[in-house]
């Protein structure tokens, strides 16, 4: 039978400390926040661009960032493959044409909804640039894409999933994954 | 779900959800490229064996909004005129690789027979008298996003006027409406009245004006004008004076009600105003409301999920 481990990996604490540290290396990084846009991927994501743009806010003065939030299943690679249903409507409030679009999630995985999001905000115009800001990292790509904003970096098993929220980071891995786990080490 | 043949066979939560992935479709339809890569590599085939110019483009703008690639059957110029049978055609089409048919007939069931003949989907796009789910879709998604009530309609008062009797539209509305709460009133002769709408969950009155001060929606059928050389009504004026909405009638709806009509509009049959005279119509809304309300089918029957999700979600 399979028995369910739920791990802490960061606390409310550390989550709130890793964002605010990820907005800092973004305005750093942009020397600023002229024409910098928050896009969270929806839905996990969405919560996330907020906070950074209320971190932004309560250090530069006067900084208004722009965030929007993307629904990117219309452009999967995994339609038919599995039913993928649209979380939540797209909503990007100004014209990203010329200014930087930093994508923000929750957890990076393989990069599959990072190359699905790429398609889909070249439809709404033409970026000067687009960064991506995750709050974890937990491996396993399978496409060419890196983050340039970690909020913390966490080895896991393939099989295991990651629950991000602002209760918290939690890895859960079951015994079957740690079976799984064992096959592969012999 | 892998075909849409009825609004009967949809249950509560497939007619919400169609609802609901409408909105999203609503969303791309006003984007400056408004297109997403959703069907890329499917093929939609539109195959009418009756006319209809609005319904077609409709479904055929759909699909192409979806990336979809589309093929229009022209019964017209097709070996149909040669003598190949119905099941002949669908299976030249299906072996040409055709993902989806989007099926009008003027015989009731024929959408039902084609999914016996094919593994593709079925869309019914009208079949005799008998269904029509995606104008009953894009209806529920007129007046629901109208009221701005979520797809809840309890406590709301939909009226739908006129020849029940030989509507496709009129059987399927009245049971998606019913489905999202609403009270639904049908009003109309007694001759243009169906002997199964005892069954029925409506209220049946004889005259406009008994319902006209307290509806929500009015729903106004199309009046075929054939019905008039089979006697069921006395003339077309006698018509209009009982169930047509005349400038008297339009004053007397409620602020909010909304008139509908799923077109072409017979003026001064059922309808004796200027719809752009009235602040409750919704008439181009619910063509606009078509295309999305499309989308969303041809979405929801061709990205049906074959094989169980792998591994964690991103």
Redesign the interface.
């Known amino acids: 039978m399979a028995v369910e481990r739920r791990a802490e990996v960061l606390s409310t604490t550390d989550v709130g400390r890793a964002l605010t540290r990820v907005a800092h290396e973004i305005v750093e990084r942009n020397s600023g926040v002229a024409g910098l846009v928050l896009v969270g991927m929806q839905r996990g994501g969405v919560w996330i661009a907020e906070e950074i743009a209320r971190c932004i806010a309560s250090f530069e003065s006067q900084a208004e960032v722009p965030v929007g939030s993307i629904?990117v299943?219309?452009?999967r690679d995994d339609?038919?493959?599995?039913?993928?249903?649209?979380a939540a409507?797209?909503?990007i409030p100004v014209d990203i044409t010329g200014n930087t679009v930093v994508l923000v999630?929750d957890?990076?995985?393989?990069g599959?909804?990072v190359r699905a999001a790429l398609?889909?905000l070249l439809?709404?115009?033409r970026p000067r640039a687009v960064q991506l800001a995750v709050l974890v990292d937990r491996g396993h790509r399978e496409l060419p894409i890196r983050p340039d904003f970690v909020g913390k970096n966490i080895p896991t098993h393939?099989?295991?999933?990651?629950d991000a929220s602002t209760a918290g980071v939690y890895v859960i891995s079951t015994s079957i994954g740690n079976e799984m786990r064992k096959k592969e080490v012999s | 779900m892998k075909h849409l043949l009825s609004v009967e066979e949809l249950t509560a939560d497939q007619l919400a959800?169609l609802l609901d992935?409408t909105?999203?479709m609503v969303?791309?339809s006003g984007?400056?490229?408004p297109?997403?890569?959703?069907?890329r590599g499917r093929t939609v085939a539109s195959v009418f064996f009756e006319d209809s110019t609005r319904t077609r483009l409709s479904f055929e703008t759909a699909a192409k909004r979806?990336s979809a690639d589309t093929l229009t059957f022209n019964v017209g110029t097709s070996s149909v005129n040669k003598g190949e049978s119905l099941r002949d055609t669908i299976e030249t089409l299906s072996a040409m690789g055709v993902d989806a048919f989007v099926v009008r007939h003027k015989s009731s069931g024929v959408p039902h027979m084609i999914t016996e003949w094919t593994d593709a989907s079925v869309i019914n796009a009208g079949d005799g008298w008998h269904q029509h789910p995606t104008q009953a879709l894009l209806d529920c998604h007129t007046v629901t996003r109208s009221f701005g009530s979520g797809n809840d309609l309890s406590g709301r008062t939909v009226a739908i006027v006129g020849d029940v009797k030989h509507s496709r539209v009129a059987r399927s509305n009245i049971r998606a409406f019913a489905m999202l709460g609403a009270e639904v009133v049908i009003v109309a002769p007694r001759t243009l009245l169906p002997p199964e709408i005892i069954e029925w969950p409506v209220r049946v009155v004889d005259a406009l004006d008994d319902v006209i001060d307290d509806i929500d929606v009015l729903y106004l059928l199309r009046m075929q004008r054939e019905r008039m050389d089979a006697a069921l009504v006395p003339s077309l004026g006698e018509y209009s004076a009982r169930f047509g909405l005349t400038p008297q009638r339009a004053r007397r709806l409620k602020g909010d009600a909304l008139v509908l009509h799923p077109g072409p509009m017979n003026r001064g049959v059922e309808i004796l105003v200027d719809p752009v005279d009235l602040p409750g119509s919704r008439i181009l809304e619910q063509v606009r409301a078509g295309v999305s309300a499309r989308m969303s089918v041809l979405?929801t029957v061709?990205?049906?999920?074959?094989?169980?999700?792998?591994?964690?979600a991103?």
């Open positions: 629904d299943s219309m452009y339609i038919a493959l599995r039913p993928v249903v649209p409507v797209t909503d999630d957890v990076l995985f393989t599959r909804t398609d889909a439809d709404h115009g393939l099989s295991d999933e990651v | 959800s992935l909105d999203h969303e791309i984007r400056p490229v297109k997403v890569p959703a069907l979806l979405y061709l990205s049906g999920g074959s094989v169980p999700p792998m591994g964690g991103e």
